[in-house]
């Protein structure tokens, strides 16, 4: 099972304009952009995207997702959704559920294979708050960094620890990829960081050449387009 963290996607400078934006929007009971299943164990807070000029965050926030060298790297992105901006206080969080499997409105719909979550608030600002994912080596506990994100896979089964303290202020998102299978990501991750290692040495040239076309072939045989 494929965990990733991505340093630095947004700087500091980037992360006092998103939260002078957010620290202005309306926040809304989370539930309400729940399913039924998640309804019963969310209690968190999202931002309500007419209360603020949504597209300069977004601009800000999932700009400097994507355009981040180890974000393609990771995920091999098909198609990435618009984040939800996520507020947890003391006494909220998010109980054990797994994404769903199908997100999008009708006619955009789209599977969701990777979760992704920007840590936006120091993690010094509040206590709890963890994401805990479950993998194959038990629980993963996950508190980053502002500016670092998480990536992992939609599937797995997750909770946000209650917070205790402050407030936690994430920016959460869904994708679906063009590799289907989290195992096969990450093969195909590992060759990359391989062949990328071999191309930057300039050094073994036959043998870099020879490994990206083996990344190509690979590709092209798991794409799912």
Same mark, same amino acid.
């Given at each position: ?7 630095g996607?947004?700087?500091? @400078?980037?992360?006092v304009?998103?939260?002078d934006?957010? +620290?202005?929007?309306t926040?809304?009971?989370?539930k ?5 299943? +998640?309804? %019963?164990?969310?209690?968190?807070? @999202? ?5 603020l #000029?949504i597209?300069q965050?977004n ?8 355009t981040?060298?180890d ?6 992105p098909r198609?990435?959704?618009a984040?939800?901006y996520? !507020?947890?206080?003391?006494g909220m969080?998010y109980?054990?559920?797994?994404d ?5 409105p009708?006619?955009?719909q789209? !599977?969701?294979?990777?979760s992704i979550?920007?840590f936006?608030? #120091?993690?010094s ?5 963890e ?11 996950v508190k980053?960094?502002a ?6 896979p ?6 946000v620890?209650?917070?205790? %303290?402050g407030e936690r202020?994430?920016?959460?998102t869904?994708?679906q990829?063009l590799?289907?299978d ?7 991750? @590992?060759?990359?960081?391989? %062949?990328?290692e071999?191309? +930057?040495?300039?050094?073994?040239e036959e043998?870099?050449?020879r ?5 190509s072939?690979v590709? !092209? ?5």
């Amino acid at each position: 099972m494929m965990l990733h963290q991505i340093k630095g996607v947004l700087n500091a @400078e980037q992360l006092v304009v998103a939260r002078d934006l957010l +620290a202005h929007a309306t926040f809304v009971d989370g539930k309400l952009s729940a399913g039924e299943l +998640a309804r %019963r164990v969310k209690n968190n807070q @999202e931002a309500d995207p007419a209360s603020l #000029p949504i597209d300069q965050v977004n601009n800000l926030v999932m700009g400097a997702l994507v355009t981040h060298p180890d974000y393609a790297a990771t995920t091999m992105p098909r198609q990435i959704a618009a984040p939800y901006y996520v !507020r947890y206080q003391p006494g909220m969080g998010y109980g054990a559920h797994v994404d769903d499997a199908v997100m999008g409105p009708s006619g955009q719909q789209y !599977r969701s294979d990777i979760s992704i979550t920007v840590f936006l608030s #120091p993690a010094s600002d509040y206590d709890g708050g963890e994401l805990v994912i479950d993998t194959a080596f038990g629980q993963q506990q996950v508190k980053l960094p502002a500016g670092d994100a998480i990536v992992y896979p939609s599937s797995s089964l997750h909770h946000v620890a209650d917070v205790t %303290r402050g407030e936690r202020l994430v920016a959460v998102t869904w994708l679906q990829s063009l590799i289907r299978d989290p195992a096969q990501r990450q093969v195909l991750y @590992e060759l990359g960081v391989v %062949r990328d290692e071999l191309l +930057a040495s300039q050094h073994n040239e036959e043998q870099a050449r020879r490994l990206s076309a083996v990344y190509s072939n690979v590709f !092209r045989m798991w794409a799912d387009m």
